[in-house]
């Protein structure tokens, strides 16, 4: 692929880009009829799905640890939302231990990725 | 009336802070970029997020398990960010063409002699 063909296409990946993002939030907020926490965690769900497609096409082992790491960090939010609509307190618990098992695999997956084994 | 404003702000905040390291994690070139990007959706995005739920429910039995999560947040992500960097550079994983300088490595053969 050339040079100036390269520019174009990534051109017209951003602009494809733009527009699902807009239409999304449109949709979101303008459209869909729903509580402000609702609408707030379907924002997340759309993190959540681009953090999918890194995880899938990721091209090296380390964008998709890393993935999964803030994905972990995406759950407490969500969980403290769902909390505060149902306004129940043991969404939050779900949330820390989400949060304590993301980081245990994170820290296991980094050591893995530096060629140690798990018990040095 | 104030709480629940100043609440709800926190919230809006903190998701549009998430949103953002996201779009950072999707768009920029290498690991380390990308990981530098996606903290922020820590410190900002989901503590904003949990600051903002204790805001609105004070000290009941919910905000103590915010505060609680707030804290775990902040001590555990730059361990888990630190071990991946660190990982993923012992490894051998390139920088990006654009990149200019690369210190750390020049530190660990500095070490190394």
């Not at chain 1, 969980?79 to 994170?106: E, H, K, P, R, V």
């Not at chain 2, 100043?6 to 990981?35: E, Q």
Request: overall charge neutral; aromatic content about 16%.
């Amino acid at each position: 692929m050339s040079n100036s063909q390269k520019i174009r296409w990534r051109i017209f990946r951003w602009i494809i880009g733009f527009i699902g993002i807009c239409l999304f939030m449109y949709w979101n907020f303008f459209v869909y009829f729903a509580p402000i926490y609702f609408k707030l965690i379907n924002v997340l769900f759309f993190c959540m799905l681009f953090i999918l497609f890194r995880v899938l096409f990721g091209p090296t082992p380390a964008d998709r640890i890393i993935a999964v790491d803030i994905l972990g960090v995406l759950t407490i939010g969500l969980t403290a939302l769902l909390g505060l609509y149902y306004n129940q307190s043991f969404f939050m618990d779900i949330g820390l231990i989400w949060a304590l098992m993301s980081f245990i695999a994170s820290l296991a997956y980094a050591k893995i990725l530096e060629g140690r084994s798990l018990d040095d | 009336m104030i709480r629940e404003i100043i609440g709800m702000a926190l919230i809006v905040v903190g998701v549009a802070f998430d949103f953002l390291g996201v779009l950072g994690l999707i768009r920029l070139p290498d690991v380390y970029n990308r990981l530098q990007a996606s903290t922020k959706c820590v410190t900002f995005g989901s503590a904003g997020i949990l600051l903002g739920a204790f805001v609105l429910q004070g000290f009941t039995n919910f905000g103590f398990k915010v505060l609680i999560g707030i804290v775990f947040i902040f001590l555990t992500s730059p361990v888990a960010a630190h071990a991946i960097a660190r990982a993923s550079h012992r490894s051998g994983i390139k920088l990006t063409d654009e990149s200019i300088v690369d210190l750390y490595k020049e530190d660990h053969e500095l070490k190394e002699e």
